[in-house]
């Protein structure tokens, strides 16, 4: 039960940073707050699923905030000019539908 709420806790920091966009320094803030209060948990004898279930969905927040964003590839290039590319062709072009596919 204990490894289904802190996956589920996971879950929902990771929805949560994708669906509201939350700032990284806001997560890095309450995930410290919630470092200490699981310290005082563990202190006074309290149970730790929640504050660690806290820390685990503020973890997810900041694994989504810190990946890297997705590589836009070639539009990128798009309407840039003076742009050379260098390579060898290892095999002739293969005809593939509208184009040619070359293989570097």
Same mark, same amino acid.
């Given at each position: 039960?204990?490894?289904?709420?802190?996956?589920?806790?996971?879950?929902?920091?990771?929805?949560?940073?994708?669906?509201?966009?939350? =700032?990284?320094?806001?997560?890095?803030? @309450?995930?410290?707050?919630?470092?200490?209060? /699981?310290?005082?948990?563990?202190?006074?004898?309290?149970?730790?699923?929640?504050? /660690?279930?806290?820390?685990?969905?503020?973890?997810?927040?900041?694994?989504?905030?810190?990946?890297?964003? =997705?590589?836009?590839?070639?539009?990128?290039?798009?309407?840039?000019?003076?742009?050379?590319?260098?390579?060898? /062709?290892?095999? =002739?072009?293969?005809?593939?539908?509208?184009?040619?596919? @070359?293989? @570097?």
């Amino acid at each position: 039960m204990k490894l289904l709420v802190a996956s589920g806790a996971w879950l929902v920091g990771v929805a949560t940073a994708i669906l509201w966009d939350v =700032p990284a320094n806001a997560a890095v803030s @309450f995930l410290v707050a919630s470092v200490c209060l /699981v310290i005082l948990s563990r202190r006074n004898g309290w149970s730790l699923l929640a504050p /660690v279930a806290v820390a685990l969905a503020l973890l997810g927040v900041l694994r989504v905030e810190l990946a890297a964003p =997705p590589s836009e590839g070639l539009r990128a290039w798009i309407g840039v000019r003076d742009l050379k590319v260098e390579g060898v /062709v290892v095999e =002739p072009p293969e005809a593939r539908g509208a184009g040619l596919r @070359f293989r @570097f």
